[in-house]
């Protein structure tokens, strides 16, 4: 290798490092990744599997409360008899923030329909932080946090982001650990199916 080519390489990686620290310090890094991470959800890669996605019939758990984004409480009791699509998330994560979008979407279709219910669980615990990156990004799903009453063990999860749909019958009957995209057709007619039964 002549000293021309060394001295271009250790061009090229110094701006190679240049470009990692610079998105690493400015926090961009995580939209970066979820911007790559929403074109794979797009593909069609990462629709969700709602007949593999199921788990063995397991009861739902309501006995806990959350605080929401806006300073109220939201007791999970009050959701018998509901879908409720449950998603644990927070704003360094990559693939949290690439399906976003299409849990907007999925919301914006039954934001007026009372029999379905969405409850986005921040797990971290910087309100004034997940307030701006909500209106920063223009999401209008309700947002809630953990309080004092611990989130019951069967919503536990090895990773975030982490899905859950309850069906009406109070059984969960879809888990995800992993980005999807519920905007997809498949998982639209899952949830029909669930509202219709």
Do not use: H
């Not at 919301?107 to 615990?125: L, Q, S």
């Amino acid at each position: 290798m002549t000293k021309s080519n060394v001295k271009k390489e250790i061009k090229e990686w110094a701006i190679f490092a240049a470009i990692l620290l610079t998105l690493y310090f400015t926090g961009l890094n995580t939209e970066v990744a979820a911007f790559a991470q929403r074109i794979v959800l797009a593909s069609g890669i990462a629709n969700p599997n709602v007949t593999a996605d199921v788990p063995a019939k397991q009861k739902a758990e309501y006995d806990f409360t959350l605080d929401r984004l806006d300073g109220d409480k939201l007791n999970f009791e009050t959701l018998k008899g509901k879908v409720v699509f449950v998603n644990f998330w927070a704003t360094w994560c990559a693939p949290c923030i690439a399906e976003m979008p299409t849990v907007e979407e999925l919301y914006k279709k039954y934001e007026n329909n009372d029999d379905v219910v969405f409850v986005m669980i921040n797990v971290e615990k910087k309100k004034d932080k997940v307030r701006r990156f909500i209106k920063r990004k223009g999401f209008s799903f309700p947002i809630y946090f953990p309080d004092e009453s611990r989130v019951p063990k069967i919503y536990e999860s090895r990773g975030i982001p982490t899905t859950f749909v309850i069906d009406k019958e109070g059984y969960i009957s879809y888990k995800k650990i992993g980005m999807a995209n519920y905007n997809a057709k498949s998982f639209n007619n899952f949830m029909e199916g669930l509202l219709n039964n």
